[in-house]
């Protein structure tokens, strides 16, 4: 089993930057595949980021390409989402989430979830 624990959200005007980190417990998370997903109020849980357990692969959604990035650090069992230049659509409850499988956006390939964190962007 692996536990996930996201931290790093909070309230942040437009254009500025939040660090999130997703630490993990239970079990290395070194052969997983790692992802990023948010949701919004009244909106169902999207794909933001994901990267391969060796970190050569990364792929982003359009909505957040150039601005956020994605790394990890296997020996701190830690990912991160580096979010910059951000907007008021940002605004959602963040989710880190752990796969044996290759990366991927698809949101029902993801076995273990963090209790996710809040990122509010004023305008």
């Known amino acids: 089993q692996v536990q996930l624990v996201e931290s790093g959200g909070g309230l942040v005007q437009a254009g500025g930057s939040l660090r999130l980190s997703c630490a993990a417990s239970?079990?290395?998370?070194?052969?997983?595949?790692m992802g990023w997903f948010r949701q919004a109020p009244g909106k169902e849980r999207e794909f933001v980021a994901t990267?391969?357990?060796?970190?050569?692969?990364?792929y982003y959604a359009d909505s957040v390409k150039g601005r956020f990035t994605i790394s990890r650090d296997n020996a701190k069992n830690t990912v991160y989402l580096q979010m910059d230049s951000l907007k008021p659509e940002d605004t959602a409850v963040y989710y880190c989430?752990?796969?044996?499988?290759?990366?991927?956006?698809?949101?029902?390939?993801?076995?273990?979830w963090g209790q996710g964190t809040q990122v509010t962007v004023s305008s």
């Open positions: 990267i391969s357990s060796d970190s050569v692969y990364t």
């Open positions: 989430a752990a796969t044996g499988r290759s990366p991927t956006t698809a949101t029902k390939a993801y076995g273990y």
């Open positions: 239970g079990r290395t998370i070194s052969s997983y595949t």
